[in-house]
T-cell receptor, first 114, second 112 residues
């Protein structure tokens, strides 16, 4: 089945130690998104790629970076995680068809910062 | 700007109905509804495009009032499986793919 896959599902890191979360998709969608979701809050868009074009949200901290080496994969790098970065990180994909399209979410990676 | 959902929480008995509202201060191109169960990813329910359309999916339907920038999600004859947090995601246009801003969520609990 076509899907969005995130690895790992759970990630524990130390304060200040860089961490990378990965997302892959078999849907061949142009657009890939990274969201941060804290407990009992809405998903908050960090950035997204439209093909190779990177689009950062204005309020996304510089501590968060992303890479998309090809259509299928996208990575979220947190350069120096703080305690406030503990959250669920959701990857989503959608087509770019000229009309609003469904976003398909992966299962998420829950990040714990010690 | 984040859309506002109401109510924040709803508690139902199985078989009862509920309405969840989503309001935006911005002109909207589309509204997307998702349901998220605890610890899981959001699951897509439906998209509504500007034009005041109404959509339905079994016992879950939704409407979009473009003039008021409001959308409502209707859950009829609720089932235990409807429990979860419902998010509306709004798209103000400007892209060819619909970048979303999510409301704060409405927690729906259905009891037997």
């Amino acid at each position: 089945d076509a899907m969005v896959i995130q690895n790992p599902r759970y990630q524990v890191t130390q304060f200040g130690k860089p961490v990378t979360l990965s997302c892959s998709q078999t849907l061949n969608h142009n657009v890939m998104y990274w969201y941060q979701q804290k407990s009992s809050q809405a998903p908050k868009l960090l950035f997204h790629y439209y093909d190779k074009d990177f689009n950062n949200e204005a309020d996304t901290p510089d501590n968060f970076q992303s890479r998309r080496p090809n259509t299928s994969f996208c990575f979220l790098d947190i350069r120096s995680p703080g305690l406030g970065d503990a959250a669920m990180y959701l990857c989503a994909t959608s087509r770019a068809s000229g009309s609003p399209e469904t976003q398909y979410f992966g299962p998420g990676t829950r990040l714990l910062v010690l | 700007q984040q859309p506002v959902q109401s109510p924040q929480a709803v508690i139902l008995r199985e078989g009862e109905d509920a309405v969840i509202n989503c309001s935006s201060s911005k002109a909207l191109y589309s509204v997307h509804w998702y349901r998220q169960k605890h610890g899981e990813a959001p699951v897509f329910l439906m998209i509504l495009l500007k034009g005041g359309e109404q959509k339905g999916h079994e016992k879950i339907s939704a409407s979009f009032n473009e003039k008021k920038q409001q959308s409502s999600l209707y859950l009829t004859a609720s089932q235990l499986s409807y429990s979860g947090t419902y998010f509306c995601g709004t798209n103000a246009g400007g892209t060819s793919y619909g970048k979303l801003t999510f409301g704060q969520g409405t927690i729906l609990t259905v009891h037997p």
